[in-house]
């Protein structure tokens, strides 16, 4: 082996050892000359479910095979085999020993508790497509591959890694292998590590942040350990995973750690705000944070309030492009009548249908409404987008005093006005988590600010002004906010 070969060995025996010792996942072996190598490992699958979990060995096969069909399914390409399969690992499947016999769903995966799977690594994972090629680490649960990582030395750019996975995606190479696959990384000792998944151009593969100031182990080593801790990996597989009209998205750090702050908040049924930059992937935790609350309540309702008409039709195709189906209401009638019925469990409506017109003395208004709420079906959880905004309150009064028993998050993407703060605070509570402008910058996260444009203009004077060399992301802006940008010394390029 040549000295750049040895280097990366010496990387690549330090994060398996990692993988052993920290991470406690089972050593397979280097699979280099193994010809038999699958994304689905059916020994080990096939040992998981009948030895671990105890189903009965016939519907573990029959499971294993129509994960395999679903996996290989030529009709359709690797975005929509790798969903499919996904909805199996997430979901089970439901299989019989035979014709006439009682069907069984079979959980490929627990969940619940992630100790109970077998982690497994495995290093130079030799795989037979329409060509050889050969993923430097896999790791593989209960048998099934979900993370590939190649791994650089630290004077080749983690790009090079990163590049590589995708070329192995393409059905010229090892297309194959990857309807399984959750995570890809890659990763070296100067630059650290980066994460996306399926499809995921490289420009957009992430950087995770967490406990910046420890600096005991490599970023790297950091990195992998936070990540792909047994419970987390699997959470994140779990909880965090959006399929979005063709295209599959990992959660950023900061939306992680927005949905895990937010989903205490829900345990207490206790409100408050979450305030992410404009840009930075608001409606996704929006989505994800829906997402579990139906799944972790089952009588729970959410519903989502926008103030206008597109960010409404926005919030609508964003769900129903993630396969969750949401009732949007066309009158305020409606949406009392929706909730005074246990379904639909998603529904979205314009804030404004909370008004009432013409109302001489407000404060008598809002005491009537309190004494006589409205009847409400199911555990009550509102989402209120652009939360900042509207009439000073006056609507947001309305809608709690109408819903009582809801509890309200406040979603807002702005820099929050005194009085835009003030009315925030006092109807939603204190912010559950933020993300902030300067760090959007840091994290090279686009921003696209036509919403507020003209609010930043008029109200900050442009105190957005960023540090010479950095540029404002002005997609979307008129050519009135584009000049007024350069007149206030703001640096304008159109993305």
Known sequence: MDDVGQIERFTQNRIVKLFQEKLQYNYLGNWEDDPTNSNIEETYLLEYLTNKMGYHQ??????????????????RNLYNNNK????????????????GERYQRIHFINWDNPEE??????????????????????????????VVLELKRSTVSISEGIRQSITNQQKEFIEEFFPTIQLIMAGNDTEGLRYGTIGTPEKFFLRWKEDEQDNSMLQLDKYLT???????????????VVFDAGVKKLPRYHQYFGIKAAQEHVRRREGGIIWHTQGSGKSIVMVMLAQWILKNYPN???????????????????????????KRTSSGKELMEQLNQPMPRLICSLI???????????DQYIEELKNAPSQTIGELFVFVDECHRTQSGKLHKVMKAMLQNAV?????????????????????????????????????????????????????????KLTPGLEAKTRGLNDFQKSELKKNGGLCKRF
């Open 352 to 362: 404004h249908k909370f008004g009432k017109k013409d109302v001489e003395d407000f």
């Open 117 to 146: 799977n077998h982690f497994g690594i495995a290093e130079e994972v030799t795989f037979h497509g329409s060509r050889e090629k050969r993923p430097d680490i896999v790791l593989y649960v209960n048998g099934i591959a979900m």
């Open 226 to 240: 936070k990540i792909c801790n047994k419970v987390r990996l699997l959470e994140i597989i779990r909880d965090f």
């Open 58 to 75: 016939t519907l573990a096969n029959r499971a294993i095979y129509l994960l395999k069909s679903e996996a290989n399914r030529a009709d």
């Open 300 to 326: 729970a309702r959410v519903v989502v309030l926008t103030d206008r008409t597109e960010l409404d039709k926005q919030i609508v195709g964003i769900f129903n492009d993630t396969g969750e189906d949401i």
């Open 84 to 99: 499919e399969v996904y909805k199996l690992l997430r979901y089970g499947v439901e299989v019989s020993e035979g014709p």
């Open 408 to 464: 309200f998050f406040g979603f807002t993407g702005t820099p929050l006005l005194k009085s835009d703060k003030q009315t925030s605070l006092e109807v939603f509570g204190k912010y559950i988590h933020t993300y902030k402008f300067n760090e959007a910058v840091e994290d090279e996260v686009v921003l696209d600010l036509i919403y507020e444009a003209r609010i930043l203009i008029r109200n900050y004077h442009l105190r957005i």
